[in-house]
């Protein structure tokens, strides 16, 4: 397997996450989200999003969640998922914590506007596959 710091390279290198919730039927959502605007590890991941969403009134209902990276070339394509639970956070320190200036194209009130809030990921396993070769791993 890859060691730790080549995955957290890989994950950091990639523009798109795809971020997974159940629904209240018990179904998983995947959506596509931008790059996580912190990370600690692979442990931790932090993602800004709309307080109003479907996926935070599923994140609140149900915290099981699922976090994907990926890349393919033209020959080879990796891919790392980690699994865990997903808080949604709402206090002003957490939504400044990872406030970016053009943010406010999503948000029109601004870092305290209530319809923005933080997602916090927190892994407790992975799936690294490369190669061919699959391997689960713990956090």
């Known amino acids: 397997m890859q060691g730790i710091s080549n995955i957290e390279k890989f994950i950091d290198k990639q523009k798109v996450s795809f971020i997974a919730s159940v629904d209240d039927g018990g179904f998983p959502n995947v959506k596509a989200m931008l790059k996580p605007r912190k990370r600690i590890g692979l442990k931790e991941f932090w993602f800004s999003t709309n307080t109003s969403s479907m996926r935070v009134k599923q994140f609140m209902e149900n915290p099981k969640a699922c976090i994907y990276f990926y ?57 690294y596959y490369c190669d061919l070769k699959t391997e689960s791993f713990d956090v």
Request: net charge positive; with cysteine.
């Open 71 to 127: 890349h393919k070339g033209l020959i080879k394509y990796v891919g790392v998922m980690l699994s865990g639970t997903m808080e949604v956070l709402t206090d002003q320190e957490s939504k400044d914590m990872i406030w970016k200036r053009g943010d406010t194209l999503f948000y029109k009130g601004g870092v305290t506007d209530p319809d923005y809030c933080v997602l916090k990921f927190t892994a407790v396993k992975g799936r």
